[in-house]
């Protein structure tokens, strides 16, 4: 039994130690003034919501070391920073209210805070992705299953370049964020997009149908893309 017991103990360390060796990444950190400091960061894929509120960046000179003190370890807030990159994704800091997942999430005091959040698009409107901060004590049910929800439905974000606010995807009415692009626009009140067609003169079907499509941010994802394209 005590056999046992320990080989599950050490078999669990050395997961966890690969899993975090496998997600150190290079990163560039660009400072409120401009400025840029290179180094490497854990962006864990378990929890994505750690690297929203701060990051702690380290010099390439600990590349490969099994252990990285506090004391080498630089740490930014997101108040501080502009944004962070690594592997090609981007995010930047942004004052949102990240929604909870039910009574599992938070909305972190039901206020917009800082928060790194990832851009997915960039243009005349940005879409962003964040994620839901998890409680501090779970009831019912396992922090596995928690992590796993938050993991698998991220919150969207849509940005218009023209005034710079950062809107919750679900209180977004698209049709008028793409006016400006008339084949989008009317491509859109098609339902060319695999979307629903929309009909004149019918005010609430229309805003329903819109509800009900911003809970697909991959459809909305496709449409802001083209808009952009077009507005270029």
């Given at each position: 039994m005590k056999q046992t017991f320990l080989t599950t103990i050490l078999f669990a360390f050395l997961c966890s130690t690969t899993w975090a060796q496998a997600n150190i990444v290079d990163v560039v950190v660009t400072l409120k003034d401009g400025s840029k400091v290179e180094g490497l960061m854990n962006a864990s894929e378990r929890s994505p919501w750690q690297i929203q509120k701060m990051i702690a960046v380290w010099d390439e000179s600990f590349r490969g070391a099994k252990k990285i003190k506090n004391k080498d370890k630089t740490k930014y807030k997101a108040s501080e920073l502009e944004g962070y990159e690594f592997n090609g994704r981007y995010f930047e800091t942004k004052k949102v209210m990240i929604a909870g997942r039910g009574d599992h999430g938070s909305t972190l005091g039901a206020l917009p805070k800082m928060?790194?959040?990832?851009?997915?698009?960039?243009?005349?409107?940005?879409?962003?992705?964040?994620?839901?901060?998890?409680?501090?004590?779970?009831?019912?049910?396992?922090?596995q299953e928690i992590y796993a929800d938050i993991r698998?439905?991220?919150?969207?974000?849509?940005?218009?370049?023209?005034?710079?606010?950062?809107?919750?995807?679900?209180?977004?009415?698209?049709?008028?964020?793409?006016?400006?692009?008339?084949?989008?626009?009317?491509?859109?009140?098609?339902?060319?997009?695999?979307?629903?067609?929309?009909?004149?003169?019918?005010?609430?079907?229309?805003?329903?149908?819109?509800?009900?499509?911003?809970?697909?941010p991959e459809l909305i994802l496709t449409v802001v893309r083209e808009f952009n394209k077009e507005m270029e």
């Open positions: 928060a790194m959040i990832e851009r997915l698009e960039e243009g005349e409107i940005n879409v962003y992705k964040a994620y839901a901060y998890p409680p501090s004590v779970a009831s019912g049910v396992s922090f698998d439905n991220p919150e969207y974000f849509l940005m218009k370049q023209s005034d710079g606010k950062v809107k919750s995807m679900h209180s977004v009415d698209i049709t008028k964020w793409i006016a400006d692009a008339e084949t989008v626009s009317t491509k859109f009140a098609n339902g060319d997009y695999g979307n629903m067609k929309r009909k004149e003169g019918k005010g609430l079907g229309n805003f329903i149908k819109g509800q009900i499509e911003n809970e697909n």
